[in-house]
T-cell receptor, first 113, second 120 residues
Framework: GEDVEQSLFLSVREGDSSVINCTYT??????LYWYKQEPGAGLQLLTY?????DMKQDQRLTVLLNKKDKHLSLRIADTQTGDSAIYFC?????????????FGTGTLLAVQP | DTEVTQTPKHLVMGMTNKKSLKCEQH?????MYWYKQKAKKPPELMFV???????INESVPSRFSPECPNSSLLNLHLHALQPEDSALYLC???????????????????FGPGTRLTVT
């Protein structure tokens, strides 16, 4: 079955790098997504990576994928107080005919000034 | 434009009321989704519409009734809800995964801001 896990909480100081981790279980080809949710708001798509890639960089965001360990990470460089939010990783399997996302439990990122 | 809009932003309703949540997108997406999210939890999929037809119902109680009147609009009709139905209701849209194409496609889902529902 599919299961996506994340650590619950991360605290960093402003200006430091943040690394949010995620593990998934689906062994088929898949897309993996990172979403950000600020308090009282919807989910904002940050970035995504296909499972045949190792890394993707987009401005301050770097996604690393270790296929062997089924481990995904999101690195935020120069973390700002505006980055404080809950971050969800999500997996979509290409094995079926649906676009169903399996979400992780979410990581609360707290950025200290 | 990757905007999905939802109305109302907040809704308080009694257990005997009938109300509706609305969602709209103008990205040309043919798949639309309803999710329910409880506090500090990930979103849970409720319904998926593809080309205005219901394709997935995740065993949602019949007091929730979805409707997709056209390719841009998605409604969720609410009737006889329970206090435990209080949550953030999120709408999302994406390209349709059944559309034939070459190679894998991301079909990323874009979410609206949600409707905060309180059932009293």
């Amino acid at each position: 079955g599919e299961d996506v896990e994340q650590s619950l909480f991360l605290s960093v100081r402003e200006g430091d790098s943040s690394v949010i981790n995620c593990t998934y279980t689906d062994s088929s080809s898949t897309y993996l997504y990172w979403y950000k949710q600020e308090p009282g708001a919807g989910l904002q798509l940050l970035t995504y990576i296909f499972s045949n890639m190792d890394m993707k960089q987009d401005q301050r965001l770097t996604v690393l994928l270790n296929k062997k360990d089924k481990h995904l990470s999101l690195r935020i460089a120069d973390t700002q107080t505006g980055d404080s939010a809950i971050y969800f990783c999500a997996e979509r399997s290409l094995g079926g005919a649906t676009n169903k996302l399996i979400f992780g439990t979410g990581t609360l990122l707290a950025v200290q000034p | 434009d990757t905007e999905v809009t939802q109305t109302p932003k907040h809704l308080v309703m009694g257990m005997t009321n009938k109300k509706s949540l609305k969602c709209e997108q103008h990205m040309g997406h043919r798949a639309m989704y309803w999710y329910k999210q409880k506090a500090k939890k990930p979103p849970e999929l409720m319904f998926v519409y593809s080309y205005e037809k219901l394709s997935i119902n995740e065993s949602v109680p019949s007091r929730f009734s979805p409707e997709c009147p056209n390719s841009s609009l998605l409604n969720l009709h609410l009737h006889a809800l329970q206090p435990e139905d209080s949550a953030l209701y999120l709408c999302a849209s994406s390209q349709d995964p059944w559309t034939l194409g070459t190679g894998p496609r991301t079909y990323e889902q874009y979410f609206g801001p949600g409707t905060r529902l309180t059932v009293t």
